[in-house]
Each structure stands twice: as C-alpha cells, then as structure tokens.
DNA sequence: TCTGGTCAAGGTGGT
DNA sequence: ACCACCTTGACCAGA
C-alpha cells in the first residue's frame, strides 16, 4: 500500500502546473512552461519521498496545450532527458503515479470529432508516461464519459472505442465510477465487455450506493486487475462535515481512515487522497497506515 | 502591486 | 433556450 495525493503541493513553492492562456501562447512560452513544470515535478516528488508518500498524480498540465493544434514545440524530443532523469528518480524511489485526463476527454461521445480530440490527448498522456520510461503499473484514468440519453448504447460505443485505441493507450488505461452517471456497477460491466481495469472511488461509490458494502465494492474493482497492472488503487474523499452537498473536506479524518483500512483488510492496495489540503492529510495518512501491515516501505540505502 | 473575472475542450440537470 | 456546476487554481487585464 502507497499513499499519495493529486497533482498540487500547497506548502512548497514548486508547482508542475504552470501554465498560459492559450491567447499567449509562443514557443518560448511554452518551453519556460514546461521548463517550469519539470523542476517543480522533481521537487515534490523529492518532498513525498521523504515523508513515505509513495504515489503522485502527475498534472494534465505538465504540457500545456499538448494535444491542442496550436502545439508547435517538439516537446518529446526538446524535454526527452529531463523526462528520463525524473522517470529515473521515480523507479529509484520505488514511486507510483498516475494521470487523470479531465472531464473533456470522452471515448464514448457519438461524436467522431470529440472522440478523436480526446485520443489525441490520451495519447499525449501516454507519451509522458512512456517519456518517463514507467512500467504498466503507472496508469491513466478516465471516466466512462456521457450517457447521451442511452446508457446501454453509450456503454457499447465506450467498448468498441476502447478496443480501437492504440495499444500505447489501451495498456495504461483505467476506469473509474462517477458520482452522477457510471457507478461502480457500471464500470464492472465495461470491464467484463473489454477488460479494463476498474478504479474504485470510495466516496462516489458511496453517493450512488449508499454507505454500505465499501470492502465488497473493492474486492470487485481489484478483481479487474491483472498482474501486469501492479495492485489495484483507489480514489478515497471525504464530505465536508458540514458542508454542502458534494462539498469536499479540507482535511482527513484520521479516525475515519483508519476505519476504512481497517475494514478493507487484507486486500492490497494504494490509496490517492482527493483532499484539499493534499500533502499535509497524506502525511497524515501515512502516519496512521505505518501500523498497517500493507504499508509499503522501501529499502532503505 | 493588487483584485476579480475568466480560462481549450463537454455533459448534466435545473430553470 | 440558457446557465451553473463539475474541482480549483492561477493567469492576466485593468485599476
């Protein structure tokens, strides 16, 4: 079990999501961007090893406009040994991460231009992952997109877009329940059509589900896993207490957490905190899953 | 230097 | 038909 949280550190002044309005967009622009992002990207990932967080989602933005027309750097081949050294620090720390393509990307939209927009962009995912020189357990995920009036249908063309992608793609892609559309149900089906592996998200799981059942709802999206794919993981948020509905929390509820690790043993897994205060909840986490038996330490050296 | 309106992209649901 | 919301940050024009 790794911990982690997504894209943002709020403490450090490194950031790997600089970015431009596509108005200013130059070259030179985009070089500093990307410039920037790197050496922000390695001073987390610095950050999170030192504390025991293992697991990072690295930001869509690491490039910006990647998949956009107006791309005219030859970012794999300008930034490839910058790519390679971090890619190099990641194994070395023995580091999990992930990618997740916003709501804009859609395999299953009836329109063949969306549809083509949103390969495009899987694919430029791939290529950082690949860039990177990361091994299959390091995955991108998506939602199952639309329901366009006809979930069934709507399934069916996620099926056979998915089975269409290159394989580039397809290897590193994962599933995940939404909160409104796709519950974990949902996504058990698309994986028994296609196989794709399945992400669970605890708290969408529980909005659609109710509160019951999370152990069981695990054990199903870590059955979709295959060997290649490394341990299955989660997306674990929380409700804001007094919140609005849909409100996330600003910080873990360590007692909460170490309810659900206890209720989810023994299965094997690692964990992305979708959390506002990001580092600071890790941290925390990780101090409660250090009594866990599951808790990945690496070799120290 | 500060502030607040706005940002590539789509879909859903409420009015 | 139209608009807010998605999750939230941060860019950038205008003061």
Redesign the pocket.
């Known amino acids: 079990m790794r911990i982690g949280y997504p894209c ?1 550190n ?1 403490g450090l002044a490194c ?1 790997c ?8 967009y130059s070259p030179h622009r985009l070089e500093e961007a990307v410039r920037a992002n790197l050496d922000g990207l390695q001073g987390i990932l610095e950050f999170n090893a030192a504390r025991g967080i293992l697991f990072f989602r690295i930001s ?1 933005d690491i490039v ?5 027309p107006v791309m005219s750097v030859r970012w794999q081949e300008r930034f490839r040994g910058r790519f390679a050294r971090i890619g190099r620090y990641i194994r070395d720390h023995a580091i999990r991460v992930n990618m997740h393509p ?5 395999i299953n ?3 063949e231009a ?1 549809f083509a ?1 949103s390969r495009e ?1 899987l694919l430029y995912h791939a290529r950082v992952l690949d860039l990177l020189g990361l091994d299959l357990t390091n995955k991108i995920q998506i939602h199952v ?5 006809d979930k069934d249908s709507a399934i069916a063309r996620f099926v056979a877009r998915y089975r269409s992608l290159p394989e580039r793609i397809r290897r590193r892609l994962v599933v995940e329940n939404d ?3 796709y519950s974990l149900e949902d996504c058990l089906r698309v994986h028994q059509a296609c196989g794709i592996p399945v992400v669970l998200d605890v708290l969408h799981q529980r909005v659609l589900r109710g509160p019951f059942g999370v152990k069981k709802a695990l054990a199903r999206a870590a059955a979709t896993w295959k060997g290649v794919d490394g341990i299955p993981f989660v997306d674990y948020s929380l409700q804001a207490e007094n919140g609005l509905r ?3 929390a600003e910080s873990i509820r360590v007692p909460e957490f170490r309810r659900f690790l206890s209720l989810t043993r023994p299965i094997d897994f690692d964990v992305m905190l979708e959390i ?1 205060d990001k580092e600071s909840s890790a941290a925390k986490a990780v101090a409660a899953a250090g009594e866990d038996k599951r808790f990945f330490r690496p070799a120290i050296n």
Do not use: N, W
Request: proline share 5%; aromatic share 10%; glycine share 12%.
């Open positions: 943002i709020r950031r999501t600089h970015g431009f309005r596509l108005a200013s869509s910006p406009f990647a998949s956009h916003d709501q804009f990307t859609l939209s009836p329109d969306i927009r962009e997109g639309g329901v366009y009036g909160h409104v559309s849909g409100a996330h506002k």
